[in-house]
């Protein structure tokens, strides 16, 4: 059975740093992008950015590309994004999701970390 | 970027009457003969899930009053009978070209 697991609520400070994973089970974490979407409060989904853990070549959306970075684990079949400096505007629910063989068809998600920049 | 555009942005549906959402791009999504356009659903309090991938190949588990259809720039998501569970948010994605992109997500409540 396919599964990601993400932790379910981070809470941070602005400036603070931090690090959230996506841990993957079920199939071979090599063969299969993984991206990251946000969704901030009562809004739409926003495609943050996505690696490939074979080789680590990672992409990202405008709005992210420098504030964030992701990384990939493979002896542990675990994908990171990480912030170096959170801002309070970073705050809403990042989902892990596993992409198709293609790139397209986001089959499975995980069921999201709530992570809160706030003084 | 490509920009996507969905309408409408609610719907408000009888139950076993039908509902259509439209999604344009701003480029063409096809290359190599397949349209790089997946439709998902996220439910309240849920993840998406993906209904649709390729324009038009429905996922799996995905009943068949759900279909998706189009080509190019315009793309339809159609649900011939509207049931309870189908509400929730519905949002269309190109994955034609990195960055991917959502459209706004179109709203689908029950009367």
């Known amino acids: ?119 | 970027d490509i920009v996507m555009t969905q309408s409408p942005l609610s719907l408000l549906v009888t139950p076993g009457e039908p509902a259509s959402i439209s999604c344009r791009s701003t480029q063409s999504l096809n290359s190599n003969g397949y349209d790089y356009l997946d439709w998902y659903l996220q439910k309240p309090g849920q993840s998406p899930q993906v209904l649709i991938y390729l324009g038009s190949s429905r996922a799996s588990g995905v009943p068949d009053r759900i279909s998706g259809s189009g080509s190019g720039t315009v793309f339809t998501l159609k649900i011939s009978r509207v049931e309870a569970e189908d509400v929730g948010v519905y949002y269309c994605l190109q994955a034609l070209q990195t960055p991917y992109t959502f459209g706004q997500g179109t709203k689908l409540e029950i009367k």
């Open chain 1, 1 to 119: 059975e396919v599964q990601l697991l993400q932790s379910k609520i981070e809470v941070k400070e602005p400036g603070e740093s931090l690090r959230i994973s996506c841990k993957t089970s079920g199939y071979n974490f090599a063969s299969h992008w993984i991206a990251w979407v946000r969704q901030m409060p009562g809004k739409g989904l926003e495609w943050v950015g996505i690696i490939s853990p074979r080789d680590s070549e990672t992409r990202y959306g405008p709005p992210f590309q420098g504030r964030v970075t992701i990384s990939a684990d493979t002896s542990i079949t675990t994908v990171y994004l990480h912030w170096g400096s959170l801002k309070a505007s970073d705050t809403g629910i990042y989902y892990c999701v596993r992409s198709g063989m293609g790139g397209y068809n986001y089959d499975y998600w995980g069921q999201g970390t709530l992570v809160t920049a706030s003084s």
